[in-house]
């Protein structure tokens, strides 16, 4: 791919996209992060600097690990895009699920792109929350406690996606939020660059430009074909 189809991000970029949304991630109420391994690690830390429990505490983070497994295209060298997610790291059922009862956790990655990651995070979280309820004991104050997923993305692509999130998140402002939209264009992020000069120098030439504020809604997947993505990553 040409070079100036390619799009970069500088970590100065990403502190201080943390830094403005936590302004209204402070409104929803979040107790609890988890990151999605590997874009959503640094996003995620930055944005617990600059948010707090309302009891003044630091904002817990924990980790799943998801790959989008991508496969060879037929009799060609390149990538297809890939479809199938598999699980790197979990949350334990048995005990970190039970924390997950009754709180607003946020899922943060770097980059909202055709969703396919972003839904597997949301409903297999959700599955587990449902299995971690029934196994409460009798009496527990956390039975029948609602959790509320919310999701956190530095880049939403305008495209169609494969994924839908539930319809809650479409209807409710506080429950999706992605500090910029851009086109469906090929992010490089500085946690992937090998030398870290070039790509801020190539950062200066070729940033990554936000679509107007009319478009920064959450875009619904579509039946229709998905062209093939111009990043090698897909989420």
């Not at 944005?47 to 707090?52: E, G, P, V």
């Not at 949350?91 to 709180?103: C, E, F, Q």
């Amino acid at each position: 791919m040409p070079e100036h189809q390619k799009h970069y991000a500088t970590y100065n970029d990403v502190h201080n996209l943390c830094k403005e949304s936590a302004k209204e991630l402070n409104s929803w109420g979040i107790n609890l992060i988890i990151a999605i391994g590997g874009g959503g690690y640094i996003p995620a830390r930055i944005l617990r600097s600059f948010m707090k429990k309302e009891d003044g505490t630091n904002i817990p983070i924990q980790a799943i690990g998801l790959s989008l497994y991508e496969r060879l295209a037929a009799n060609s060298v390149e990538e297809a895009p890939g479809t199938e997610v598999k699980r790197l790291q979990w949350l334990d059922v048995n005990s970190s699920m039970a924390n997950l009862i009754g709180k607003n956790v946020l899922i943060v990655d770097e980059v909202d792109d055709t969703r396919t990651t972003l839904k597997y995070a949301v409903e297999e979280l959700q599955k587990d929350v449902e299995v971690a309820q029934k196994q409460l004991p009798a009496g527990s104050p956390l039975k029948g406690k609602e959790t509320k997923f919310h999701v956190f993305v530095l880049h939403n692509k305008t495209k169609a996606k494969r994924g839908d999130l539930p319809d809650e998140m479409d209807k409710d402002p506080k429950r999706y939020h992605a500090a910029v939209t851009t086109g469906d264009v090929w992010i490089c992020y500085p946690w992937e660059a090998e030398n870290i000069e070039e790509h801020d120098k190539l950062a200066k030439e070729n940033p990554i430009v936000a679509l107007p504020a009319e478009t920064e809604s959450i875009t619904k997947s579509s039946t229709t074909t998905v062209q093939e993505e111009p990043s090698p990553r897909v989420d």
